[in-house]
């Protein structure tokens, strides 16, 4: 049995149910400590069950070495509690201080559907949600020749390449201030880098008042790379199957490789075209990076600037 939640044609999280997991006696598990003592001794995430507003319900916890994460668990008497939790700023705040994969609640009209999200809890003080991460040393790479629909919806696998999903980027960045930290490597030179934005918004994929879906807005630029974001700033998302660009062809299918982006005319920068083409770059005014790493993460801004 699997518990599969779907938000908005979203694959959000599918897991093993915890009833295999039960004790000899036919219990289910309640916390980690529950888990453990069933022999389930590997780190990742269970579902166990809690009595909440007087419903046996499922959800979602981490188990780690130390039998718990703080933020999934009551510190009280380790009981399982649903998290509030809607981003890995919230996440840390409640003490999670280690990068690792983790549970969120990001979606306001479904606050019962959990998502799986990688978390940078040490970069410039922690708290970063990642929406994009890719790396050309994984054994195992992520194609991301993919559709309109499924770039909205997400793919990969945090622990490896992956793309977290516009709706799930539109829903971080909307409607607070945000921040977005990108961090590349390039191919030939090995050198590494990174640029800071100080405000990052992704629109919903239908706001009337905007003439492409998913239009980006960014901004307030530091770093060592060089502004490779600035000229797709105010453009709308595309796809093989779907083309916002402003080029007569289909940046996505003509030039990026399949890649979806916020394409203006075919450039300058993309970080989903595929490894090894020389459309996999980062290129700002004055430089020009060919990459075998990349990745993208948002937080609530602490700034107001």
Known sequence: MKLTYHILGLLVLVISDASGHQA???SLPKNC???R????????HYVVYNTINNTEE???????????MLQLMDKEDGTARRSAAINCKELQDQGMDHDVPNIIYPFPDHPEAPLLVLCDQ???????????????????????????QEYAAGFGDVNYDFYIGNEVIHTLTDPSLNELWVTIGDTYTGETGYAHYQYFHVA??????????????????????GNGMEYHN???????DQDNDVWDADCAAEVGGGGGWWYRDCGPTCLTSPYGTGHFSWYPEDSYYTLSKAQMMVRPSSTCT
Do not use: H
């Open 24 to 26: 000899e006696d036919g």
């Open 33 to 35: 400590q529950n888990i």
């Open 37 to 44: 003592e069933n022999g389930f001794t590997e780190v990742g």
């Open 58 to 68: 499922a959800i979602m916890i981490y188990c780690d070495e130390k039998d718990g």
């Open 122 to 148: 040490t970069t410039q003080g922690g708290g970063w949600t990642v929406i994009l991460r890719r790396d050309d040393s994984y054994d195992a790479l992520t194609d991301f020749n993919r559709t309109f």
């Open 204 to 225: 919903a994929r239908d706001d009337y008042d905007l003439p492409e879906p998913y239009m980006m807005g960014i901004g307030l630029y530091e770093g060592t790379i």
């Open 234 to 240: 105010g453009q709308g998302f595309s796809t093989i």
